[in-house]
Protein backbone atom coordinates (compact mmCIF):
# COMPACT_ATOMS: atom_id res chain seq x y z
CA UNK A 1 0.00 0.00 0.00
CA UNK A 2 3.11 2.20 0.64
CA UNK A 3 3.37 2.10 -3.40
CA UNK A 4 0.09 3.58 -3.85
CA UNK A 5 0.65 6.28 -1.40
CA UNK A 6 3.63 7.70 -3.00
CA UNK A 7 2.07 7.07 -6.55
CA UNK A 8 -1.03 8.79 -5.67
CA UNK A 9 0.89 12.20 -4.51
CA UNK A 10 3.43 11.94 -7.49
CA UNK A 11 0.30 12.43 -9.54
CA UNK A 12 -1.13 14.79 -7.48
CA UNK A 13 2.30 16.48 -7.65
CA UNK A 14 1.86 16.70 -11.75
CA UNK A 15 -1.52 17.50 -12.05
CA UNK A 16 -1.32 20.62 -9.57
CA UNK A 17 1.99 21.50 -12.27
CA UNK A 18 0.32 20.35 -14.96
CA UNK A 19 1.48 23.60 -16.98
CA UNK A 20 4.58 23.20 -16.87
CA UNK A 21 6.13 19.91 -18.47
CA UNK A 22 9.52 20.11 -17.19
CA UNK A 23 8.83 20.10 -13.97
CA UNK A 24 6.17 16.86 -14.41
CA UNK A 25 8.70 15.36 -15.65
CA UNK A 26 11.36 16.45 -12.46
CA UNK A 27 8.55 15.33 -10.33
CA UNK A 28 8.63 11.92 -11.94
CA UNK A 29 12.07 11.56 -11.83
CA UNK A 30 11.94 12.62 -8.12
CA UNK A 31 9.44 9.98 -7.72
CA UNK A 32 11.15 7.79 -8.90
CA UNK A 33 14.78 7.94 -7.58
CA UNK A 34 12.33 8.43 -4.34
CA UNK A 35 11.76 4.42 -4.62
CA UNK A 36 8.55 4.30 -6.02
CA UNK A 37 7.21 2.11 -8.95
CA UNK A 38 5.55 5.30 -11.11
CA UNK A 39 3.34 3.79 -12.99
CA UNK A 40 1.05 3.41 -10.53
CA UNK A 41 0.76 0.12 -8.84
CA UNK A 42 -2.47 -0.53 -8.42
CA UNK A 43 -2.20 -3.28 -6.76
CA UNK A 44 -4.03 -6.09 -6.45
CA UNK A 45 -1.36 -6.73 -3.62
CA UNK A 46 0.45 -4.56 -2.64
CA UNK A 47 3.40 -3.47 -4.99
CA UNK A 48 3.13 -4.61 -8.09
CA UNK A 49 4.07 -2.65 -11.10
CA UNK A 50 3.85 -3.94 -14.55
CA UNK A 51 1.20 -2.84 -16.80
CA UNK A 52 -1.51 -4.89 -20.89
CA UNK A 53 -3.39 -1.96 -22.74
CA UNK A 54 -4.69 -2.27 -26.32
CA UNK A 55 -4.60 -6.15 -25.88
CA UNK A 56 -6.00 -8.94 -27.33
CA UNK A 57 -7.76 -11.54 -25.60
CA UNK A 58 -5.64 -15.22 -26.18
CA UNK A 59 -5.51 -18.20 -24.99
CA UNK A 60 -2.40 -20.14 -23.09
CA UNK A 61 -1.72 -22.48 -26.14
CA UNK A 62 -0.03 -18.97 -27.97
CA UNK A 63 1.97 -18.04 -24.94
CA UNK A 64 2.38 -21.46 -23.19
CA UNK A 65 5.53 -19.97 -21.25
CA UNK A 66 3.31 -17.41 -19.21
CA UNK A 67 2.18 -18.00 -15.53
CA UNK A 68 0.19 -16.15 -13.09
CA UNK A 69 2.17 -15.52 -9.90
CA UNK A 70 0.08 -15.37 -6.89
CA UNK A 71 -0.12 -13.93 -3.38
CA UNK A 72 -2.93 -15.72 -1.48
CA UNK A 73 -4.94 -16.79 -4.00
CA UNK A 74 -4.96 -13.46 -5.94
CA UNK A 75 -2.80 -12.87 -8.85
CA UNK A 76 -0.21 -10.58 -7.92
CA UNK A 77 1.81 -10.70 -11.33
CA UNK A 78 3.35 -12.55 -14.43
CA UNK A 79 6.49 -15.06 -14.76
CA UNK A 80 7.93 -17.14 -17.59
CA UNK A 81 8.53 -20.71 -17.40
CA UNK A 82 12.47 -21.42 -17.67
CA UNK A 83 12.63 -25.12 -17.03
CA UNK A 84 9.82 -28.04 -15.08
CA UNK A 85 10.86 -25.99 -12.15
CA UNK A 86 12.04 -22.61 -12.42
CA UNK A 87 10.31 -19.96 -13.16
CA UNK A 88 11.65 -16.26 -14.19
CA UNK A 89 10.05 -13.09 -12.87
CA UNK A 90 10.42 -9.73 -11.63
CA UNK A 91 12.19 -8.80 -8.10
CA UNK A 92 9.70 -6.41 -7.38
CA UNK A 93 7.21 -8.74 -7.50
CA UNK A 94 9.14 -10.83 -4.49
CA UNK A 95 10.03 -8.10 -1.85
CA UNK A 96 8.72 -8.25 1.66
CA UNK A 97 6.51 -11.91 1.13
CA UNK A 98 7.10 -15.25 2.16
CA UNK A 99 7.56 -18.67 0.20
CA UNK A 100 4.22 -19.87 1.85
CA UNK A 101 1.54 -17.93 0.46
CA UNK A 102 2.84 -17.83 -3.22
CA UNK A 103 1.90 -20.22 -5.74
CA UNK A 104 1.81 -20.24 -9.23
CA UNK A 105 -0.81 -21.15 -11.95
CA UNK A 106 0.21 -22.32 -15.25
CA UNK A 107 -1.52 -23.89 -18.24
CA UNK A 108 -5.01 -21.91 -17.95
CA UNK A 109 -5.61 -18.78 -19.97
CA UNK A 110 -7.60 -17.45 -16.87
CA UNK A 111 -6.14 -16.81 -13.75
CA UNK A 112 -8.12 -17.72 -11.86
CA UNK A 113 -9.33 -21.07 -12.73
CA UNK A 114 -7.77 -24.19 -14.72
CA UNK A 115 -4.21 -25.46 -15.40
CA UNK A 116 -2.42 -26.73 -12.40
CA UNK A 117 -1.61 -24.55 -9.13
CA UNK A 118 2.32 -25.19 -7.89
CA UNK A 119 3.64 -23.87 -4.40
CA UNK A 120 6.95 -22.26 -4.08
CA UNK A 121 9.87 -24.04 -2.85
CA UNK A 122 12.25 -21.06 -2.77
CA UNK A 123 12.54 -17.64 -4.65
CA UNK A 124 15.75 -15.60 -5.33
CA UNK A 125 16.00 -11.72 -6.41
CA UNK A 126 19.12 -10.61 -8.04
CA UNK A 127 21.66 -9.38 -5.63
CA UNK A 128 21.63 -5.80 -7.43
CA UNK A 129 17.65 -5.09 -7.42
CA UNK A 130 17.44 -1.60 -6.25
CA UNK A 131 14.00 -0.67 -5.67
CA UNK A 132 14.57 2.92 -5.83
CA UNK A 133 16.23 2.74 -9.60
CA UNK A 134 14.29 -0.52 -10.39
CA UNK A 135 18.27 -1.59 -11.35
CA UNK A 136 18.19 -5.36 -12.03
CA UNK A 137 14.71 -5.93 -11.50
CA UNK A 138 15.33 -9.58 -11.87
CA UNK A 139 14.01 -13.14 -9.49
CA UNK A 140 13.66 -16.69 -10.08
CA UNK A 141 11.17 -18.59 -8.31
CA UNK A 142 11.96 -22.48 -7.56
CA UNK A 143 8.64 -24.46 -7.93
CA UNK A 144 7.50 -27.17 -5.12
CA UNK A 145 7.22 -29.60 -7.77
CA UNK A 146 7.91 -29.99 -11.59
CA UNK A 147 5.86 -29.04 -13.96
CA UNK A 148 4.33 -31.57 -16.38
CA UNK A 149 4.98 -29.99 -20.15
CA UNK A 150 2.18 -30.22 -22.60
CA UNK A 151 0.56 -27.84 -25.37
CA UNK A 152 -0.63 -25.65 -22.46
CA UNK A 153 2.50 -25.75 -20.32
CA UNK A 154 6.00 -25.04 -21.96
CA UNK A 155 9.47 -23.25 -21.03
CA UNK A 156 11.09 -20.68 -23.31
CA UNK A 157 14.60 -20.25 -24.04
CA UNK A 158 16.56 -17.01 -23.08
CA UNK A 159 17.51 -14.55 -25.17
CA UNK A 160 21.60 -14.36 -26.07
CA UNK A 161 21.66 -10.94 -27.24
CA UNK A 162 19.44 -7.46 -26.81
CA UNK A 163 16.90 -7.00 -29.99
CA UNK A 164 17.84 -4.48 -31.89
CA UNK A 165 15.94 -1.51 -32.19
CA UNK A 166 12.75 -2.17 -34.00
CA UNK A 167 12.48 -5.31 -33.59
CA UNK A 168 8.35 -7.05 -33.08
CA UNK A 169 8.05 -8.46 -29.64
CA UNK A 170 4.72 -9.54 -27.60
CA UNK A 171 3.91 -9.04 -23.88
CA UNK A 172 1.13 -11.06 -22.58
CA UNK A 173 -0.36 -10.89 -19.04
CA UNK A 174 -3.62 -10.79 -16.58
CA UNK A 175 -2.95 -6.94 -15.63
CA UNK A 176 -5.12 -4.13 -16.22
CA UNK A 177 -6.83 -2.97 -19.56
CA UNK A 178 -5.85 0.73 -18.28
CA UNK A 179 -3.61 2.42 -15.90
CA UNK A 180 -5.13 3.24 -12.58
CA UNK A 181 -7.37 0.28 -12.97
CA UNK A 182 -8.17 -1.96 -10.28
CA UNK A 183 -10.10 -4.60 -12.37
CA UNK A 184 -8.27 -7.58 -13.62
CA UNK A 185 -9.21 -9.24 -17.00
CA UNK A 186 -9.72 -12.90 -16.18
CA UNK A 187 -8.30 -14.21 -19.57
CA UNK A 188 -5.01 -13.79 -20.92
CA UNK A 189 -4.16 -10.65 -22.74
CA UNK A 190 -1.28 -9.81 -25.18
CA UNK A 191 0.12 -6.73 -27.57
CA UNK A 192 2.48 -6.47 -29.89
CA UNK A 193 4.99 -4.20 -29.35
CA UNK A 194 8.52 -2.62 -30.57
CA UNK A 195 12.02 -2.68 -29.13
CA UNK A 196 13.29 0.39 -28.36
CA UNK A 197 16.86 -0.44 -27.40
CA UNK A 198 17.94 1.20 -24.41
CA UNK A 199 20.31 4.21 -25.73
CA UNK A 200 17.24 5.14 -27.50
CA UNK A 201 14.79 4.87 -25.02
CA UNK A 202 16.77 7.00 -22.88
CA UNK A 203 17.01 9.91 -25.30
CA UNK A 204 15.52 13.35 -25.87
CA UNK A 205 12.98 11.20 -28.22
CA UNK A 206 11.36 9.55 -24.77
CA UNK A 207 10.41 11.58 -21.58
CA UNK A 208 12.48 9.48 -19.04
CA UNK A 209 16.31 10.44 -19.56
CA UNK A 210 19.22 9.12 -17.75
CA UNK A 211 16.70 6.37 -15.17
CA UNK A 212 16.47 3.55 -18.03
CA UNK A 213 19.86 2.04 -16.96
CA UNK A 214 21.98 -0.60 -18.35
CA UNK A 215 20.58 -3.85 -17.98
CA UNK A 216 16.60 -2.13 -19.01
CA UNK A 217 15.10 -2.43 -22.71
CA UNK A 218 12.15 -0.55 -23.96
CA UNK A 219 9.18 -1.40 -25.75
CA UNK A 220 6.20 0.28 -26.93
CA UNK A 221 3.20 0.58 -29.59
CA UNK A 222 0.57 3.21 -30.01
CA UNK A 223 -1.98 2.85 -27.56
CA UNK A 224 -0.20 -0.60 -26.86
CA UNK A 225 1.52 -1.49 -23.35
CA UNK A 226 1.54 -3.72 -20.70
CA UNK A 227 0.21 -2.47 -17.11
CA UNK A 228 -0.80 -2.97 -13.11
CA UNK A 229 -0.64 -6.62 -13.03
CA UNK A 230 1.65 -7.83 -15.71
CA UNK A 231 4.83 -7.23 -13.90
CA UNK A 232 7.31 -10.02 -13.62
CA UNK A 233 5.60 -11.65 -17.06
CA UNK A 234 7.63 -12.17 -20.56
CA UNK A 235 8.39 -9.96 -23.49
CA UNK A 236 8.83 -12.53 -26.11
CA UNK A 237 10.87 -11.96 -29.70
CA UNK A 238 12.27 -14.16 -31.99
CA UNK A 239 10.82 -16.89 -30.33
CA UNK A 240 13.05 -16.52 -26.84
CA UNK A 241 12.51 -14.52 -23.87
CA UNK A 242 13.88 -10.74 -24.32
CA UNK A 243 12.09 -8.92 -21.56
CA UNK A 244 10.49 -9.35 -18.01
CA UNK A 245 8.05 -6.40 -17.79
CA UNK A 246 8.86 -4.15 -14.96
CA UNK A 247 8.16 -0.81 -14.84
CA UNK A 248 6.83 2.25 -16.52
CA UNK A 249 5.04 6.11 -16.32
CA UNK A 250 1.39 5.27 -16.28
CA UNK A 251 0.57 2.90 -19.54
CA UNK A 252 0.90 3.43 -22.93
CA UNK A 253 1.87 7.21 -22.37
CA UNK A 254 3.04 9.21 -25.14
CA UNK A 255 6.98 9.37 -24.80
CA UNK A 256 6.98 6.94 -21.79
CA UNK A 257 7.93 3.10 -23.20
CA UNK A 258 7.58 0.35 -21.65
CA UNK A 259 10.79 -0.28 -19.34
CA UNK A 260 11.49 -4.15 -18.98
CA UNK A 261 14.68 -6.33 -17.21
CA UNK A 262 16.90 -6.75 -20.53
CA UNK A 263 16.91 -10.90 -20.22
CA UNK A 264 20.11 -10.86 -22.72
CA UNK A 265 22.15 -8.68 -19.67
CA UNK A 266 20.72 -11.51 -17.34
CA UNK A 267 20.57 -15.01 -18.89
CA UNK A 268 23.63 -16.27 -16.94
CA UNK A 269 22.66 -14.96 -13.44
CA UNK A 270 19.39 -17.01 -14.19
CA UNK A 271 21.56 -20.03 -16.05
CA UNK A 272 23.75 -19.78 -12.60
CA UNK A 273 21.20 -18.88 -10.06
CA UNK A 274 18.58 -21.73 -11.51
CA UNK A 275 21.82 -24.30 -11.16
CA UNK A 276 22.27 -23.16 -7.45
CA UNK A 277 18.67 -22.37 -6.06
C1 LIG B 1 1.03 -9.90 -33.42
O1 LIG B 1 2.13 -10.35 -34.17
C2 LIG B 1 2.00 -11.70 -34.61
C3 LIG B 1 3.31 -12.11 -35.25
O2 LIG B 1 3.71 -11.19 -36.19
C4 LIG B 1 0.80 -11.79 -35.58
O3 LIG B 1 0.64 -13.14 -36.01
C5 LIG B 1 -0.45 -11.32 -34.85
O4 LIG B 1 -1.56 -11.31 -35.73
C6 LIG B 1 -0.25 -9.92 -34.26
N1 LIG B 1 -1.38 -9.62 -33.43
C7 LIG B 1 -2.05 -8.47 -33.47
C8 LIG B 1 -3.19 -8.33 -32.54
O5 LIG B 1 -1.73 -7.57 -34.24
Known sequence: MLTILHISSCLQLSREEAMLKFVVVLSFVACALAGTIPEGMV???D???GRIVGGTPTSISSF??????QRSGSHSCGGTIYNSRIIV???HCLQSVSTSVLRIRAGSTYWNSGGVVISVAAFRNHEGYNSATHANDIAIIKLASSLSFSSNVRSIGLATSTPGNGASASVSG?????SGSNSLPSQLQYVNVSIIDRSKCASSAYGYGS???AGMVCAAGSGKDSCQGDSGGPLVSGGVLVGVVSWG????AAR???VYADVATYRSWVVNNANSI
Not at 64 to 69: F, K
Not at 174 to 178: F, L, S
Not at 249 to 252: E, F, K, T, V
Request: aromatic residues 14%.
Open 174 to 178: WGTQK
Open 47 to 49: DLG
Open 89 to 91: TAA
Open 43 to 45: SLN
Open 256 to 258: YPG
Open 64 to 69: PWQVSL
Open 211 to 213: VVR
Open 249 to 252: YGCA
